[in-house]
């Protein structure tokens, strides 16, 4: 049974920073695809960042420059580093799997597996 859990999301000040991790269990990220969705207040849900096989990454205009998704095969997580937080970032964040090769468009039908969510609020 594929189990992907979110941690790392929290309040913080526009400017600052967090971190947000997704574990994977019954499922390996190592030669298959990850992604970053997230869904704001009464917002549609929206893939923001993509990878493929640790290496391959995409994002969208919005997070360009200041997210950065990663990979750890030996931990099998992917992580969401988030800078220069905006307002507009506040949301709840979704990490999804998918087997083989899948990096663009991001989009939902093209993934899997689900975590339960992690909320990041920013303040102004």
């Known amino acids: 049974q594929v189990q992907l859990v979110e941690s790392g999301g929290g309040s913080v000040q526009a400017g600052g920073s967090l971190r947000l991790s997704c574990e994977a269990s019954?499922?390996?990220?190592?030669?298959?695809?990850a992604a970053w969705f997230r869904q704001g207040p009464g917002k549609e849900r929206e893939g923001v960042a993509s990878i493929y096989d640790g290496i391959h990454t995409r994002y969208v205009d919005s997070v360009e420059g200041r997210f950065t998704i990663s990979q750890d095969n030996d931990k099998n997580t992917v992580y969401l580093q988030m800078h220069s937080l905006e307002p507009e970032d506040t949301a709840m964040y979704y990490c999804?799997?998918?087997?083989?090769?899948?990096?663009?468009?991001?989009?939902?039908?093209?993934?899997?597996?689900w975590g339960q969510g992690t909320q990041v609020t920013v303040s102004a």
């Open positions: 999804a799997a998918a087997q083989g090769g899948v990096l663009w468009p991001i989009l939902q039908n093209r993934y899997n597996y």
């Open positions: 019954g499922y390996t990220f190592s030669g298959n695809s």
